[in-house]
């Protein structure tokens, strides 16, 4: 490779001489990876210029992350892995942003990163699919697992599914049951089947 | 159901990206999938054509969503093995060695895993790399019209199959490789049958690049179509054949050097724009098959060691160092990830303080990034073309959607 591996630290030391040292909210070195908690607002050109200098140049953005913390903690993060092919070197970045406890409260916004890699296009889209987080300016912001008109978002601490997806009953089997959801029981609805009053019943 | 009850629930589900007002004169919307054999399992494509000439390309994927992530909320590390197996299910045993190194590393007992049990997890992968190089080869070739060489490397994929059978008990979905060990050593005899087999597949590597890859119909079908230049594919997140297929010698068994790929000698091979372009459709099947080539020579360096340095001994127990609970210690967070025949293979993991239940699990899957990717290079290709450039991303539909 073309140079030494930057560390984690010369990393930090870079934003904070580029950006100012209110950038960082948050650090943890000590950590099996460590990372950084960045200023929600000005996330997009700190990766921006992490992206073009030459010195640092993280070409490849490995996985973005949703994480709901859950109603009691209230908050939200997204998560940024890093990785510069020529100096093969890793980052780990992270924003927090405020969770939307009822449907009410506005949703949490963090900034695209998807005019810098065009793979954040989709993962992104994944991230709001999944745990709601919308992303300002992003091109084309579509749930992208789950169906246009799917309600709720299913990684969230406080998800239920709904009850009937077009007619059809969402809590589709008994196993749901036993496996600890916590539903009405089972009913079969709609027509009988050509099948089912023949069927003959246990004595 | 009335048709036009079934077109609205068909709208509201999943809605066309591109909508008939904003189309030029000319242009017309063509839905492809998500039940067509050419799209490898289930995804639709939404394809804006003028005549023949593709002008955009919206997939829609999803259609085999399994919530693998909400499982992994729900399950211990140990109990999510199978969970990873059905996500790439044409290399389920490379999958499980990302899923299970990484939780090796969480628990911090990457060291500790016997170097015979290192071997054989190499093994067996390999193995699977080519069988699952195979099927993307095979059925590449059933895209664009040759349907005798995937009956041949079907054929040779069995033998993998059975050989990998023989060792776990199932043919594709293996939970063979557990959390700190295997969930049996080799059986008696493997080594030589395994033998038998690479002696034999080597002749036959050779049958299909003069069979499939230098053939002149199979050239002028993929030669400069789908050119993918390298600075896209990196910008795009691609990785694996689709990435070393523009160009890069980036191969994360080499770069990040697990296991014991440090200490196995294999080359690390490149598209170089043989018949076409460098990046072409061409070049990353001619990759592919070349990576077989290359997981012959592991294996057989696999086998010599099996045989000689870390022979088997009849009171080796794979499942020694596998831990009986698998607490992790405080909240960490940790992005792992390998090289999988599709491409970078991560797992995300944030654990809560002494649990076997990960706080969030994210899968990233190398197929929903090089898939991204196709209406870049899809754009001004024939339709023809554009079954041709979706074949060679070679994607899986379970991984992609999870």
Known sequence: MIQEAVTFEELKDFIVATFGAEVVVAEKADDLQPYLVLQTERLAEVCLALHDHEQTYFDFLSCITGIDNGPEAGSMEVIYNLYSIPYDHHLMLKVQVPRNNTPDQAIPQVPTLSHIWRTADWHEREVFDMVGIYFKDHPDMRRILCAADWEGHPLRRDYELQEYYHGIKVPFDQHNELNGFKGEPQQLVGQPTPFSDKREKPE | ????????????????????????????????????????????????????????????????????????????????????????????????????????????????????????????????????????????????????????????????????????????????????????????????????????????????????????????????????????????????????????????????????????????????????????????????????????????????????????????????????????????????????????????FRTTDRSDVPFRCKGRSPCFSNLSVLHEIAKGCMVADLIAIVGSVDIVLGELDR
């Open chain 2, 1 to 348: 159901m009335s048709s036009t009850l079934y077109k609205n629930y068909l709208l509201q589900s999943e809605p066309n990206k591109f909508s008939l007002d904003n189309l030029k004169d000319g242009e017309m919307i063509v839905n492809m999938g998500p039940q067509h054999p050419s799209t490898h399992g289930v995804l639709r494509l939404e394809v804006v054509t003028d005549g023949e000439i593709v002008t955009d390309v919206a997939p829609h994927i999803g259609y085999l969503h399994r919530c693998f992530e909400k499982h992994a909320e729900h399950m211990a590390y140990n109990q999510t093995i199978p969970y990873v197996d059905r996500m790439d299910y044409l290399a389920a045993m490379n999958s499980e060695h990302v899923w299970c190194m990484g939780v090796e590393k969480l628990l911090g007992t990457t060291n500790q895993i016997p170097k015979r049990v290192e071997y054989i997890r190499v093994l067996v992968t390999e193995l699977n790399r080519i069988a699952s190089h195979f099927v993307a080869i095979g059925t590449y070739g059933i895209d664009i019209g040759a349907f005798t060489p995937f009956l041949w490397m079907l054929r040779d994929r069995e033998h993998i199959q059975r050989l990998l059978e023989w060792v776990s008990g199932a043919r594709m979905l293996y939970n063979y490789i557990w959390v700190g060990g295997l969930y049996y050593d080799l059986p008696i005899g493997f080594e030589k049958r395994c033998q038998e087999f690479i002696d034999y597949l080597q002749p036959k590597l050779d049958e299909i690049d003069t069979v499939l890859l230098e053939n002149k119909i199979f050239i002028d079908r993929t030669a400069n179509v789908g050119i993918l230049p390298m600075d896209v594919a990196i910008n795009y997140g691609c990785s694996g054949p689709m990435l070393r297929g523009s160009g890069l010698k980036y191969d994360l068994r080499r770069v990040d050097g697990y296991s014991v790929y440090p200490e196995l000698e294999f080359d690390i091979p490149t598209g170089t724009g043989l018949v076409g372009s460098v990046g072409d459709c061409w070049d990353r099947n001619y990759v592919r098959a070349l990576e077989c080539r290359e997981s012959v020579k592991i294996i057989q360096q696999c086998l010599d060691r099996l045989q000689g340095d870390y022979k088997r001994t009849p009171d080796f127990d794979p499942q020694a160092a596998c831990p009986k609970k698998l607490r992790t210690t405080g909240t960490q967070e940790l992005y792992f990830r390998a090289e999988t025949p599709r491409g970078e293979l991560g797992y995300f």
